[in-house]
């Protein structure tokens, strides 16, 4: 096309044409596109919480682990000594040096066995030395798949803290994950941070 076609095809446009295009693209949007937009927002931000790391004092918490050991034979830890499951000694390695946090439970181990009294004594004696524990609830599968609820003590314990654990010399120690029926790793609510003892572990 010549230029002086160009400009008399641009010649014959109506300026009522170019104005009716303007206030078209200013046209305010259907309410469904602002309210889909909103929604999308707020699905995006609870997607971010619920999906988002679970931190402790800044550190992110490390609930579970799962190895691809095959060995699942533990020897009990003998008094005085600590021991960390396949799962946890991984989980170390993995993040060794990182600014993480383990939440862990751990068994108490004895020649002739513990009494509960016993067991107790013990965890006052590590909740009086510092050792932040918590009672929670985990669920494992019994009968035709119905989930049993039962309660155990947990703590937040830093790579430092298992290193250099401070240990009664009459008990073995086996730390481990509390995990869930499914594998998947508990959590714990800051309410229920155990100060005495006994607990009812019913």
């Known amino acids: 096309m010549t230029n002086e076609k160009l400009y008399e095809v641009l010649g014959d446009i109506n300026e009522n044409h170019i104005n009716e295009a303007r206030a078209y693209h200013k046209a305010k949007k259907p309410i469904w596109i602002k309210c889909g937009a909103i929604a999308a927002c707020l699905m995006l931000v609870i997607g971010y919480v619920l999906l988002s790391p679970t931190t402790y004092n800044g550190r992110l918490v490390i609930n579970e682990y799962h190895t691809n050991s095959t060995d699942s034979y533990y020897?009990?830890?003998?008094?005085?000594?600590?021991?960390?499951?396949?799962?946890?000694?991984?989980?170390?390695?993995?993040?060794?040096?990182?600014?993480?946090?383990?939440?862990?439970?751990?068994?108490?181990?004895?020649?002739?066995?513990?009494?509960?009294?016993?067991?107790?004594?013990e965890y006052q004696r590590l909740v009086s030395l510092g050792y932040k524990l918590y009672s929670a609830k985990c669920w494992t599968y019994q009968g035709e798949g119905e989930k049993q609820y039962y309660t155990v003590v947990v703590g937040y314990f830093t790579e430092s803290d298992l290193s250099q654990f401070k240990n009664n010399s009459e008990y073995g120690y086996m730390f481990d994950f509390a995990t869930n029926g499914d594998g998947s790793g508990i959590s714990v609510n800051e309410d229920e941070i155990i100060t005495s003892f006994p607990i009812d572990f019913s």
């Open 75 to 121: 020897s009990s830890p003998a008094s005085g000594e600590v021991d960390f499951t396949y799962e946890v000694r991984e989980a170390l390695e993995k993040y060794k040096g990182k600014n993480v946090i383990f939440l862990l439970t751990f068994d108490l181990f004895k020649d002739g066995g513990i009494t509960d009294e016993e067991r107790n004594e």
